[in-house]
């Protein structure tokens, strides 16, 4: 079993619908990642979060510590968030999960 | 400056030449790390320099050879590389070295090709 796991492995939406990616790990955790890559690009990070809720722009990402489970949410979603959404959490190492493939389509 | 930035972008070695990849930043981060990455996977841990010392090796090839001549700049020498070292090679920084509550900034990453 992976330490990072994320749902759904792919997603598929229509422009402005909203999207929920989630993330559960097994480790303990100083702090959790979401990441964002385009195809055959590098890496960006989005947040970074140790507790509670941030938000920037149209992206919303939670973490709950107790139940080591966290969210992104993306609102009123657009072809340009087309991407692979990772979550990662620094452990004994960073440890990244297999990546949620997304699609929006106008 | 927030960036960190790999050259060159692409780079299509033969399996006889010897090349390196370059990693470049400048805020003053003291931690900086080599990734490799294939294709629909997620990235794998190389090298970490932490404080211009070499902290982890995971084991990686002798062919593949990480040096850090100051705290912004990063190389990746490679010699005599095989066709299953074809990947994404992505480069990141981080404040601090360890693995603590900080962020980490990545390169747009080098796409190496063995031929």
């Known amino acids: 079993k992976n330490e990072v796991e994320q749902s759904p492995q792919n997603l598929t939406a229509q422009e402005g619908e909203f999207i929920t990616i989630n993330c559960s790990y097994s480790?303990?955790?100083?702090?959790l990642h979401w990441l964002q890559q385009h195809p055959g690009g590098g890496i960006v990070s989005l947040f970074m979060l140790s507790s509670g809720k941030k938000k920037h722009g149209r992206l919303i990402a939670t973490i709950n510590i107790q139940e080591k489970h966290s969210s992104l949410h993306i609102t009123a979603s657009h072809p340009r968030d087309s991407a692979v959404y990772i979550c990662a959490v620094s452990a004994d190492k960073l440890i990244f999960g297999t990546g949620t493939r997304l699609q929006v389509f106008p | 400056d927030t960036e960190v930035t790999q050259t060159p972008k692409h780079l299509v070695m033969g399996m006889t030449n010897k090349k390196s990849l370059k990693c470049e930043q400048h805020m003053g981060h003291r931690a900086m790390y080599w990734y490799k990455q294939k294709a629909k996977k997620p990235p794998e841990l190389m090298f970490v320099?932490?404080?211009?010392?070499?902290?982890i090796n995971e084991s990686v090839p002798s062919r593949f050879s990480p040096e850090c001549p100051n705290s912004s700049l990063l190389n990746l020498h490679l010699h005599a590389l095989q066709p299953e070292d074809s990947a994404l090679y992505l480069c990141?920084?981080?404040?601090?070295?360890?693995?603590?509550?900080?962020?980490?900034?990545f390169g747009s990453g080098t796409r190496l090709t063995v031929v």
């Open positions: 990141a920084s981080s404040p601090a070295g360890g693995w603590g509550s900080f962020g980490y900034t």
């Open positions: 320099y932490s404080y211009e010392k070499l902290s």
């Open positions: 480790v303990g955790i100083s702090a």
